[in-house]
Nanobody, 130 residues
Framework: QLQLVESGGGLVQPGGSLRLSCAAS????????IVWFRQAPGKEREGVSS????????NYANSVKGRFTISKDNTKNTVYLQLHSLNPEDTFVYYC???????????????????????WGQGAQVTVSS
């Protein structure tokens, strides 16, 4: 089955850290750019971070810049989102999405624009609370 599987969510105290993983099953991420989104119930999703297919280029929303780090390990067929200095306002379901093409990342520089994706993960809940 072709899918993205997220893991690593959970409950963390303010100021804490988590690492989310987005692993591809049934296909290779080598040619895919990845975007991480987050969404609260009944709210619009927010683009958080993106990474090019090679992993050489990254982009972050202003709300997470300097606190979150995206990385891609094509040998493990996995993309990671490292979350640091978490606060309650970071409480969301986090989703990863894959878009095919080595040029996709450069054709979609904005995290706020709408785009089509080939695969979506099921979501990972991150709750920041004391």
């Amino acid at each position: 089955q072709l899918q993205l599987v997220e893991s690593g969510g959970g409950l963390v105290q303010p100021g804490g850290s988590l690492r989310l993983s987005c692993a591809a099953s049934g296909f290779s991420l080598v040619h895919y750019a990845i975007v991480w989104f987050r969404q609260a119930p009944g709210k619009e999703r927010e683009g958080v971070s993106s990474i090019s297919s090679t992993g050489s280029s990254t982009n972050y929303a202003n709300s997470v810049k300097g606190r979150f780090t995206i990385s891609k390990d094509n040998t493990k067929n996995t993309v990671y989102l490292q979350l640091h200095s978490l606060n309650p306002e970071d409480t969301f379901v986090y989703y990863c999405a894959a878009a095919y093409g080595s040029s996709w990342y450069y054709q979609h520089p904005s995290l706020t624009e709408w785009a089509q994706y080939d695969y979506w993960g099921q979501g990972a809940q991150v709750t920041v609370s004391s």
